[in-house]
């Protein structure tokens, strides 16, 4: 039994068309409600978390070394310290406990 692969990319390119023009055309005024507005507004923020964080745990040959990266990285990110420090901090916390635990 074989598949026409087309109408598989027909179907995915009309589902992804529709969730994007379906909003913009339903939605013409500006949003007032206060609550879609706020959650609106960090959208952004959660998708970006939850496309990274899983990635840094699993990036790495251990997740304990990931997860104390992502640890050491929010710490020192909360603190103050510039993106250099954080990224640096992170990436020998991983070499330290890659170099222990293998």
């Not at 068309?17 to 959650?39: A, D, H, Q, W």
């Amino acid at each position: 039994m074989t598949h026409n692969v087309y109408i598989y990319i027909f179907a995915m390119a009309a589902v992804t068309y529709l969730v994007r023009v379906l909003p913009l055309t339903l939605i013409r005024g500006e949003i007032k409600n206060r609550t879609i507005r706020s959650f609106l507004y960090y959208v952004p923020y959660v998708t970006l978390a939850v496309m990274t964080f899983p990635a840094i745990v699993e990036a790495t040959g251990s997740p304990i070394s990931g997860w104390a990266a992502l640890l050491v990285g929010a710490a020192l990110a909360w603190s103050g310290q510039s993106l250099f420090v954080v990224s640096v901090a992170a990436c020998a916390s991983v070499f330290v406990l890659e170099l222990f635990l293998y």
